[in-house]
């Protein structure tokens, strides 16, 4: 399946970003009687309104305020450890290589997760990790208006992968690469270069922003139309703009017998017949056209809000019912949970690719934020004192501590939070043992033992 999406890409990413056609003027339409000098004056004092990125910010920021809570072992624990701090030699850990990974499936519907590695190893031992650190594998984010071809199976698994990366040798024309379950090529201004590899699948995961056909690798983006409305925006302000600065100032008029031409302009006077009647007075285009740009603008705003479903997210404020309110932030909710569900299917993509790679089990487990309600770190805590009291169990308050644990310390760091863990596991042990032995030394009537002092100790 050929990308056929590359200009669409292209404007969603200038819209969130604000550059390309919103930078230049690119994206300004020419109105059929406006002169080249006066488009090209106006591409000048374009400016651009961007509501695409608060949009999709609120989309994803979210998923992200707190920290994922992630259990994993197997052969490959240790090499993976390694792997999550620092994902591509450039000190990117999982969680920033996961949440680039959201912004771009959010925005464009699909993100592409490659995996290489500069060479082939097999992990026997933390001491063949630590030996072959280099070699160990990499991940990176494909962007989607980079991706040339996607071939898929019957079920949707991905047989061929063809994207373009920088050309080191060719500044204006990007090399081309190709991943296939048996190897890669790629194919430069200086020719071609190819490998194999035993891995028995294509090394792409993928991250969706919401659920979609299996066979469409290209799937429609839902900020398209947002995109596009504030492309329409951009024309709009453009033109609202260009009234301002050609009629907003007013033009003085008076009567005079003098036949040279005058200059109008802020500082100039347009004379007319002396012998009329009318007095000298200031004359003004009407407002009415600019009026019309102003509410449409503003209608346009409301309905990108409404559109991306985040009303009570970005700041637009408006008149509504208690009732009408709980369903808008139900509504917000449920589109992040759904989200969240799909980042953490795509994460352990990337766990088993990584397997496969260093040829190791790696069991692993990934948990994202489902409950996007607002509330504070003093209500968390209440929740997990309450859930601790129902006594279900050493698993289940494990569960309660890494909630309060990400829900508190959003900002610690994964050896941080493990190191905290484990000295939570122990202390659980403790308080164990220390009920066992208490309830062993029971050697009294009930209601007796237990309420009359210890005279040996107070001796």
């Given at each position: ?65 707190t ?8 052969a ?14 450039l ?74 990366e ?108 002396a ?101 504070e ?7 997990a ?6 006594n ?49 030394n ?18």
């Amino acid at each position: 399946m050929k990308n056929k999406n590359v200009d669409l890409y292209k404007l969603l990413n200038a819209a969130y970003n604000g550059d390309g056609g919103f930078r230049d003027g690119g994206y300004l339409v020419q109105h059929p009687r406006e002169s080249n000098e006066k488009y090209q004056m106006r591409k000048t004092l374009a400016h651009y309104l961007n509501y695409t990125k608060p949009c999709v910010d609120a989309h994803v920021s979210p998923i992200f305020k707190t920290m994922a809570v992630r259990d994993y072992k197997g052969a490959a624990s240790g090499a993976w450890e390694i792997f999550a701090k620092d994902v591509d030699f450039l000190g990117t850990s999982i969680d920033k290589l996961m949440k680039k990974a959201a912004y771009v499936a959010k925005l464009n519907g699909v993100a592409y997760i490659v995996m290489d590695r500069a060479e082939e190893i097999k992990i026997n031992s933390l001491a063949d990790v630590e030996a072959n650190r280099n070699n160990l594998p990499y991940a990176f984010v494909v962007d989607a208006s980079s991706v040339v071809e996607v071939k898929l199976d019957k079920f949707g698994r991905i047989t061929k992968f063809v994207f373009s990366e920088p050309d080191p040798d060719n500044k204006y024309e990007p090399a081309k690469r190709t991943l296939t379950a048996d190897g890669w090529e790629l194919k430069t201004s200086k020719g071609e270069t190819r490998g194999t590899w035993d891995l028995g699948c294509v090394p792409v995961a993928r991250l969706f922003s919401k659920e979609h056909r299996s066979n469409d690798a290209f799937p429609p983006s839902e900020f398209e139309s947002i995109a596009r409305t504030n492309l329409a925006i951009y024309n709009m302000s453009s033109w609202l703009s260009d009234i301002l600065v050609n009629q907003t100032f007013s033009v003085l008029t008076y009567p005079s017998n003098d036949e040279e031409a005058i200059e109008i302009g802020t500082n100039n006077a347009l004379s007319y017949p002396a012998d009329s009647t009318h007095a000298p007075s200031f004359i003004a285009p009407s407002s009415e056209p600019a009026n019309i740009l102003i509410s449409q603008i503003s209608a346009l705003q409301q309905e990108i809000y409404r559109m991306a479903v985040v009303v009570n997210v970005t700041g637009v404020r408006s008149q509504q019912s208690g009732e009408a309110k709980a369903w808008d932030y139900e509504a917000t909710n449920q589109i992040l949970s759904d989200f969240a569900d799909m980042v953490e299917g795509a994460e352990k993509q990337v766990a088993r690719l990584f397997a496969v790679w260093v040829g190791a089990d790696l069991e692993y487990k990934v948990s994202y934020p489902s409950d996007f309600k607002i509330s504070e770190v003093e209500q968390e805590l209440a929740n997990a004192e309450v859930a601790k009291g129902l006594n279900f169990g050493d698993e289940f308050n494990m569960q309660v501590f890494k909630r309060v644990l990400t829900a508190y310390l959003p900002e610690l760091p994964d050896d941080e939070f493990d190191k905290i863990v484990k000295a939570y596991e122990q202390k659980q042990k403790e308080e164990k043992l220390d009920l066992m032995n208490v309830g062993g030394n029971d050697g009294g009537q009930e209601g007796q033992q237990g309420t009359e002092p210890n005279n040996s100790i107070i001796q």
